[in-house]
């Protein structure tokens, strides 16, 4: 069965996946980005091109999701899927089911701090244009990516359909906040070890924790990527990577963020807020 790694773009996903790559698929925690291509990602062309080959068309997509899933599920293995779309039904076509999920680890990104990465991840011209990306109903579409595999439509909705879709009424649900990642990663581990352990044997130890901390730290994932270790980059208009590990913790909403951008996210995304404690 399947256990979901689920967020909205730019929450953290990636450096999950690096987190749980080290900790399944190495003996020494040591990572490297071959690791995370254990961790696939749903929907995918590859999952679906049995059923479709009308990969930008939410609604089609939406026939197939659970019959890929269940055609995954056959091997009648634990697999780990990346995922970016939201957890809801299209025309009555649910995005998984209890029959298919084993369980979910959504990461959360304080959503006031998500405008400098969106704008810098999806070419937004100014911090106004990123809001509007955060707050509107949308369709993503992966054709800039350059990513042909996952060249596909995933319905995205706003940052808060994609937090209350994925959490609520959701009962075998570990949620993780980016901010705790950076707070205190070691403490954030264990809760995953912990989560996973009902499910799998993990095989762990004191120097392994310590190898994965260090070599999945953000500036270890950035100076990979600065060596062209890092086959996952988005490209702008006019084909030119665009960074992917760009700020991480350095990026700070109260010295970046406008104000009136700042007061109507926290107006639209009050409840969420006050519930995940951005808000007091």
């Not at 026939?63 to 269940?70: D, F, G, H, R, S």
């Not at 995954?72 to 697999?79: F, S």
Request: aromatic fraction near 12%; charged fraction near 25%; proline fraction near 2%.
């Amino acid at each position: 069965m399947i256990i979901w790694i689920a967020s909205y773009p730019k929450s953290g996903n990636t450096w999950l996946r690096s987190i749980i790559g080290s900790l399944l698929y190495s003996n020494d925690g040591i990572f490297n980005f071959q690791l995370i291509k254990n961790i696939k990602q749903f929907p995918s062309r590859s999952t679906l091109k049995d059923f479709t080959q009308n990969f930008n068309d939410i609604n089609e997509l939406s026939k197939y999701w659970i019959l890929a899933q269940e055609k995954i599920n056959l091997a009648n293995e634990i697999k780990f899927f990346k995922t970016h779309n939201l957890n809801c039904a299209i025309n009555n076509n649910p995005f998984t089911n209890k029959l298919n999920t084993l369980g979910t680890i959504y990461v959360v990104r304080d959503p006031r701090n998500l405008i400098n990465s969106i704008s810098n991840h999806y070419n937004k011209n100014n911090d106004e244009e990123a809001k509007n990306f955060l707050i509107s109903q949308k369709i993503l579409s992966q054709q800039a990516r350059d990513l042909k595999d996952n060249d596909i439509a995933t319905l995205l909705g706003s940052w808060s359909d994609h937090y209350n879709f994925w959490t609520k009424k959701n009962s075998n649900l570990l949620l993780i906040k980016y901010e705790d990642l950076i707070l205190d990663i070691e403490k954030e581990l264990n809760r995953i070890i912990l989560y996973l352990t009902k499910f799998m044997k993990i095989n762990v130890n004191s120097e392994k924790i310590k190898n994965i901390i260090d070599s999945t730290s953000f500036y270890q994932l950035q100076k990979m990527e600065e060596k062209g270790l890092f086959d996952e980059n988005v490209y702008g208009l006019n084909k030119e990577k665009i960074k992917f590990f760009n700020k991480g913790p350095t990026n700070d909403w109260k010295k970046e963020l406008d104000k009136n951008i700042q007061t109507e996210i926290e107006k639209v995304f009050y409840k969420e807020m006050m519930e995940l404690g951005y808000l007091k």
